[in-house]
């Protein structure tokens, strides 16, 4: 490994030891570790081929990945031997990780799922491919100005992407616009542009180095070489412009995780990387078959929501247009071929295109889209409809072209069968089936917490990294004071770490004593991140008003960005820090409450903040988390949960137990019914002189005295329009707050709750999660030769 470390240094970053920076060495690193990674992958592409086993291409336009040095040296057993070679170089292992970004491509959940689900993909060696976009810029960076969010461009392409291979040899013509001629019964499309997409691939290999997969992103490159002409004649501008418009489309993520619906690019870049996909796996296909009509038995195609959903009109154009399949046989092969996974009800994040503009960007797709609905309504007289108004609606498309729909959690698989899909269940009652989402053990446990993983590795050996259930076997543990007290130290040590780390990036002292509660998810208000800061407030007040009562220190921890055009959201964000900095200079409280937000929420930062966890906040309005895997992730590491009865933390609770699990609020059916209620938001501050303290304070500038109605609109709308019912399980929330105070003051029993949380969450696993798609969606099988256990 030093040698080969050594290697790369020279002959890859043209560096001598002597001058190479921390950059350098882990830029030399990574290329050693890829190195190792490579025969795996190799071995693993072989043997589908030659067992021509079916393979799953999940389409997605997100990865949220993270740093990759250290889940890939622990995925190939090597981070002992990183750790030495460097030692013995002079280098520091932990330095050279922290210089890697983050491989940010995406906004939150949805894509931090796809990464998840690479990984265990790999684990569980099943032939696949992430197929995405490879963005130049991931999602923004944070910064808090005199506490308001301000955004910069996140630039993790300005240095070596040490983990891709360039693939410049694999390119396809994508097209956008013109028109579509008919002549012979044939249709021929003639695009106004077209851009090349080209392929960067990055090995994902599974825990123990069993198996290699690809995740294939895109790239946008300019079709028209260099215009010299106009270069020569001094017109520079003119040279770069075609070129300047086919790079736009991989520029940059979209940093809205609900719906910035109706933007052009966005249409774009939804078409560029699923066609490119589409085209790239049908030529995989026919490379070893010569006859179409077998595609359903080599490809399942995932479409992770609706963001790819045009991949069922592609798939129909390249089958009717370019092989010659009748429409409704092409449509039938293609639904075969697809499955869709719905993440959200919100109803302004359902995706919508005007016909206007689908029909300019894409005119032979959108009559493709006129013969599906044709189709359905046909053999399905009466059926909801794709076309509405001057609409397309992408879910009513996903859906019928997909043979299998999923739901992420129990209760958002119910709810997608009971409203937005409620039409579409009646005619297809099969169609939609649950897979509850999953983690990776492997980054969400083995590599963040090494206390808590070396403790548990101790205790019944290493099989659960590849097995999580076996963590059930701590379970005989909870009444063993000994283990139960070391359980507690590895908790305890992660929280001064953070308390180290808190004091340096935020420079606010905590107490690793206090309990550590935290908040990290996208700021929305269906989060209820609202809610939590009055609680905040109400408890600051309480403790302000009698000091010497007996109270439980608590740190408040926030973590989370807003989408930059989200008014509301960015209001949060400013009342978090407005808050923070009245309570962390107040004198009276300073050993009882501190509040603590540190910018730029990220995968890192979640890998810090989760194993320091005591008390996990998943407080979203019951009905509007379709699951959530934040969630999972905490009680993993062993942090108690207040929570709602909102996507899986229903599920959560019934495997931890109902009794190490604190629960609140009203339920997904009695939200619906309360909102009926004329004035329902009035009467429950009336009814509560707490809450009505608080809001007083807020309105009338306690928190921002330089600017004393800056959040008039926001308690305002709390009065009148509490569409989230902030108000209504307010004192619901603040008195189990209070329950966990008392339950956190007894350790023993406190740290046996939460061992009881990481014993029983084995069944979240996304090698789960995956077992149940490919048993259920994609009739594949793991490859013969894993065997994880
Ligand atoms: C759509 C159109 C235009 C621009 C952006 C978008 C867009 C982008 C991202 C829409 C939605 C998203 C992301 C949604 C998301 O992350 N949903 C979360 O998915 C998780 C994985 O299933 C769930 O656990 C969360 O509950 C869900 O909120």
Redesign the pocket.
Known sequence: MKEEILKHLRNSQGKDAAHSSVYDWRVALSLALRDRMVDHWFRSTRETYESGAKRVYYLS??FLIGRLVEDTAANLGLVQEAKTALAELGQDYEAIVLNEPDAAL????????AACFMDSLASLGIPAYGYGIRYEHGLFKQDFVDGSQVETAETWLSQRNAWEFARPEVQFRIGFGGHVEHHEGKAHWHPWETVLATAYDTPVIGWKGSWGNTLRLWSAKPEAKFDLKSFNRGDYLAAGRSEALARTISRVL?P??????G?EL?LKQEYFFTAASIMDLLRRFLSDHDNIRELPNAVAIQLN?T?PAIAGPELVRLMVDEHDVPMAEAIGLARQCLGY?N??LLPE?L?RWHIGLLGRVLPRHLEIIRAIEDDQQAKHPGSPRILEQDHVRMGELAFIMAHKVNG??AL?TDLVKETVFADLNRIHPKRIVNET?GITPRRWLHTCNAPLSELVTQEIGEGWVGDLEQLKALNQKSGDRTFLDAFSAAKRQNKEQLADWIAQSCDIQIDPAAMFDIQIK?IHEYKRQLMNILETIALWNEMHDAPNAEWTPRVKIFGGKAAPGYHVAKQIIHLINDVARVINNDRVTKDLLKVVYPPNYNVTMAERLIPAADLSEQISTAGK?????GNMKFALNGALTIGTLD??NVEIREHVGSENFFLFGLTAQEVVERRHVHGFSRAAIEASPRLTRVLGQIFEGVFSPSDPSRYHGLIGTLYDHDYFLVTCDFDSYFDTQRRVDEVYRNPQNWAAMALRNTANMGWFSSDRTIKGYARDIWQVNASEKVRLE
Request: hydrophobic share 20%.
């Open positions: 336009m997100e995406g906004n939150g959940g949805l894509g931090r799922l979209y809205d995780d609900t719906t910035d619906a933007k966005r929501d963001h996974t993440h959200t994040a995706e992420v959690s958002h989402n996208r988390e379709a699951s959530g895997t996507g899986a």
